[in-house]
């Protein structure tokens, strides 16, 4: 299946029903007045995070939805009945951006969380609705409400708790490989990995995270150079970053240098992330540029800087560790709601009944 992460799409909620002019009409009854009953509320667009999706492919094919206009209103004061909500089920972490790409109308951000995007039309009155003392036989009806109708843009932010950076060919899929059951393609090229991929972290049975590795950065990602920065998205909402480098490439402070700035001019708070930097491939260095390379670093960043290999697990587990223990600590902090409420763009509005 192809990832896909982002995709522009157009929605419209239902028309309202139109009211009708009717009068009752029966056998003995001389003056039944009006009864015309009015139209039904046009259907909503809601979307809803769940948590089998990990892409937005299936909006390549499907780009357009429209909720149903409302029923029609009828004699004997029969309201029209009222349409379906339309509801678009997409990946947890996808965040929906009106047509220019700059208003955020919605995050859905965790599991079951819904948003009302388009409200339905209300139905019009039907002449029923203007009969007073003064005006015993009204000829009015009013026409249904019109829906709303937007083109939106859907950009998905993978949900993981911690995310790895760096340039390419740091070994940044080989330690996923080795540290989770994920299976990304691993070569000795650059760019090997073309987009995200996830993987799951279980250190005991209590004990687990989830972890993303994003395509190499290389230095003018920001403006596009390489694979651009259109992936550090996926690794916004990571409690802790783990700074990969590649120890047998020479000039590890420099690799460091080239993806921080990067991390800078992307913005999204990512520099201000907490970093955990390691030195990988120490099986392919001598104890001696081991050591060099390893206080060269740690002058450079200002913290402890690990050494680990992933091709051999040599000190993955300790990093492991450290990953797990930063993730446990944000947990504890802040804990998001099971099931929030379903929200409008504007307002709250009540969960459908049976949520």
């Known amino acids: 299946m192809k990832f896909l992460d982002q995709a522009k799409i157009y929605v419209k909620s239902g028309d309202g029903g139109d009211g009708v002019i009717a009068f009752r009409r029966e056998k003995y009854i001389e003056f039944g007045g009006p009864d015309g009953g009015n139209g039904g509320r046009g259907g909503d667009i809601v979307f809803e995070a769940v948590a089998n999706l990990n892409t937005l492919i299936d909006f390549r094919y499907t780009q357009h939805f429209r909720a149903r206009k409302g029923g029609n209103g009828s004699g004997s004061d029969r309201t029209g009945a009222g349409a379906d909500t339309v509801l678009i089920a997409v990946p947890i972490g996808t965040q929906v951006f009106d047509d220019s790409r700059e208003l955020l109308l919605a995050d859905l951000d965790q599991p079951g969380k819904r948003v009302l995007l388009c409200r339905g039309g209300d139905g019009g009155h039907g002449n029923a609705s203007f009969k007073t003392s003064t005006n015993r036989a009204p000829r009015r009806a009013d026409p249904g409400w019109p829906g ?208």
Request: hydrophobic share 45%; net charge neutral; with cysteine.
């Open 148 to 355: 709303e109708e937007r083109w939106v843009w859907l950009r998905l932010k993978l949900i993981a708790d911690a995310g790895l950076v760096g340039l390419p060919n740091a070994g940044k899929s080989t330690f996923l490989s080795v540290a989770s059951a994920a299976r990304p393609k691993i070569a000795d090229y650059p760019f090997t990995t073309l987009h995200p991929q996830l993987g799951v972290v279980r250190l005991s049975h209590s004990e687990e995270f989830v972890l993303a590795d994003i395509p190499g950065l290389i230095e003018g990602a920001h403006e596009g150079a390489g694979l651009g920065d259109r992936f550090l998205g996926h690794v916004e909402r990571c409690a802790v970053l783990l700074h990969l480098i590649d120890g047998a490439a020479g000039n590890v402070v420099e690799a460091w240098r080239t993806v921080r700035d990067e991390l800078n001019a992307y913005g999204g708070g990512l520099a201000d992330k907490p970093e955990i930097v390691a030195i990988n491939k120490t099986d392919a260095m001598t104890p001696q540029q081991i050591g060099i390379r390893r206080r060269a670093l740690e002058r450079a960043t200002g913290a402890p800087v690990l050494m680990l290999s992933a091709a051999t697990h040599g000190n993955v587990a300790e990093t492991l560790r450290l990953l797990q223990d930063r993730v446990t600590a944000v947990r504890r902090d802040g804990a998001p709601a099971v099931r929030p409420p379903i929200r409008t763009v504007a307002a709250e509005v009540a969960a459908p009944p049976g949520d």
